[in-house]
């Protein structure tokens, strides 16, 4: 496995992996994935035997992203976190642990940032993927759909 930038050849195959995983993640089209992929701190594609088995996308405090629960978290946390915004894993490689290798270089790269923070809907297997890796619930946050999520953070400062 290794991980690789996003490309714009990669578009068509992250957004048919997003869609396996919408219920978990918020669906994506090919603008909206466009501008992410220029303005995340990581775009990365897990690429297994060559494959895209997977992405993730991250942004910083600063950064143009407009979700919700990152306006929460820099209004908690200021400029002192990583918001993991998604991960998909292919439904046939996941429970390998793919995820946790990269959370774990996620985790590194975030160490300058002092945390990293995530959403996930409680009750989920996301959510309880984030608490087992140390991840606390830090709030609620109650979205337009009527949904309510967990605003999770993970302390990297020790």
């Known amino acids: ?6 490309t714009a050849a ?25 501008w992410l992929r220029l303005i995340a701190a990581h775009a990365v594609v897990v690429d297994l035997d060559g494959a895209p088995a997977g992405f993730v996308l991250t942004f910083t405090p600063g950064s143009a992203y407009d979700g919700l629960a990152f306006e929460a978290f820099t209004q908690t946390y200021a400029d002192r ?9 292919a439904a046939e490689h996941r429970r390998q642990g793919i995820a946790s290798t990269v959370y774990r270089a996620i985790e590194r790269s975030a160490r300058p ?14 959510y309880a993927f984030h608490t087992a890796r140390g991840y606390e619930e830090v709030g609620k ?3 337009p759909d009527g949904t309510t999520t967990a605003l999770l953070s993970k302390d990297l400062a020790a």
Do not use: C, S, W
């Not at 496995?1 to 996003?6: F, I």
């Not at 195959?13 to 869609?19: I, K, Q, S, Y």
């Open 81 to 89: 976190f990583l918001y993991i915004e998604r991960i998909v894993i």
């Open 10 to 34: 990669d578009v068509a195959t992250v957004l048919a992996l997003n869609a396996t995983a919408e219920g978990l993640v918020e669906p994506l089209g090919a603008d909206r994935l466009d």
């Open 113 to 126: 940032f002092d945390r990293t923070v995530a959403a996930a809907p409680t009750d989920t297997p996301a």
């Open 141 to 143: 946050q109650r979205l």
């Open 1 to 6: 496995m290794k991980l690789r930038p996003m």
